[in-house]
Nanobody, 120 residues
């Protein structure tokens, strides 16, 4: 079993930045790839970014490429999502997910979600 706990969401003005964190616990050796998804009101959950735990490979949705950066701290079993140049359309609940079987495909475990609201 794996537990994922997100933190770092909040309200920010357009153009601002936020950093999300996702701390994993439990059977973390099974987490070969971790990532972030988001769900805006009235929309389906969508892939945002992912990172291979044992390499430097990263994957991004086109909508966030160049603005968001995913990173990890192996010692803390934590993955981060640095979000810069935020836009109102980035407003959503952001979910940590693992282990992704493929770069943009959600895995079995989800965090509880953290709200990100970007004002115009």
């Amino acid at each position: 079993q794996v537990q994922l706990v997100e933190s770092g969401g909040g309200l920010v003005q357009g153009g601002g930045s936020l950093r999300l964190s996702c701390a994993a616990s439990g059977r973390t050796l099974s987490l070969t790839r971790m990532g972030w998804f988001r769900q805006a009101p009235g929309k389906e959950r969508e892939f945002v970014a992912a990172m291979d735990w044992n390499s430097s490979n990263t994957y991004y949705a086109n909508s966030v490429k160049g603005r968001f950066t995913i990173s990890r701290d192996n010692a803390k079993n934590t993955v981060y999502l640095q979000m810069n140049s935020l836009k109102p359309e980035d407003t959503a609940v952001y979910y940590c997910n693992a282990p992704l079987p493929a770069a943009t495909i959600a895995g079995r475990y989800w965090g509880q979600g953290t709200q990100v609201t970007v004002s115009s």
